[in-house]
């Protein structure tokens, strides 16, 4: 890879708060071990009043893929939003994030889109999850398995002719990729994603090289702090996007990578209130 994934750069360059009374350490709580240790600002989201739990799709090449959904109990189809992880996996906080997007009133499910290749929740060594697990996940494999998700969520009571896509660090990445692959798209909103970047076999293209053929609007939320994706990118990302007059948008927020995330230090108490609620007005396209 040519720059650490982003990920990667906040457990180098971020200091730690221990949350007291964590019982087993990040793994109790369903963290993934290479994110340890579990801020005290975690958040947790109850499933009261929604359907929320784990299940099988049948994925890509028809591999039975793990993923995780929520959605509120009983009620007309909701619109579908395709959660997609960190480099982290399908742990606790990205559950919970698709929790907090079924009280919102979405249909909302996140697939364990590296199933095939390990289980990252379970790996402790960051170099070792990238070397082993997500540098074998590539972009076209990423896109068909997101395709049958969608297809799946149309015949489990969710409306994917209202169709988003939500990511995270290594999701944010995908997210802007999932715009200009699937024409059936409605919103997306990308969270601190990556957006340049050498390219190679698994990793053909970056959403900078995509901006004039997104065929979905989507709006991204990055930090001004971020020292894994500077300004400089954002800035030619939204230029791109202006150049393709493209119905999408970057904010910027006086944060660091991750600000969204609660069970990290690098959560912004401020900025992470802001940017949901931008993240569900925009949601509202579906």
């Known amino acids: 890879m040519d720059r650490l994934p982003e990920d990667e750069s906040w457990v180098r360059m971020s200091g730690v708060t221990r949350r007291a009374a964590l019982g087993g350490g990040a793994a109790a709580l369903g963290h993934a071990l290479a994110a340890r240790p579990v801020a005290a600002t975690a958040i947790t989201t109850p499933a009261d009043g929604l359907e929320a739990g784990m299940l099988r799709f049948p994925a890509g090449g028809g591999f039975m893929m793990n993923a995780y959904r929520a959605r509120p109990a009983g009620g007309k189809p909701r619109p579908v939003i395709l959660v997609v992880q960190e480099i982290f996996g399908l742990h606790e906080w990205i559950r919970d994030i698709t929790r907090r997007l079924a009280v919102a009133g979405h249909y909302a499910i996140a697939p364990d889109l590296f199933g095939r290749y390990g289980d990252p929740t379970r790996v402790a060594d960051i170099r070792r999850l990238r070397d082993t697990i997500i540098s074998r996940v590539a972009d076209a494999e990423v896109m068909a398995d997101l395709d049958a998700l969608a297809a799946f969520a149309a015949t489990d009571g969710g409306n994917a002719r209202r169709l988003g896509i939500t990511g995270f660090c290594w999701g944010g990445r995908i997210v802007w990729l999932y715009a200009a692959h699937n024409p059936k798209l409605k919103a997306g909103v990308a ?96």
């Open 191 to 286: 969270w601190y994603g990556r957006l340049t970047g050498e390219v190679n076999a698994m990793t053909p293209r970056h959403p900078i090289d995509v901006a004039g053929q997104l065929r979905a609007p989507v709006l991204g939320l990055y930090g001004t702090q971020d020292r894994g994706i500077p300004v400089a990118d954002v800035e030619a990302m939204n230029a791109a996007l202006r150049a393709a007059r493209k119905p999408s948008a970057i904010r910027l927020f006086d944060a660091d990578h991750g600000f969204l995330a609660d069970y990290r230090p690098s959560y912004s108490p401020t900025a992470a209130p802001v940017a949901w609620a931008a993240a569900l007005a925009w949601f509202r396209k579906l």
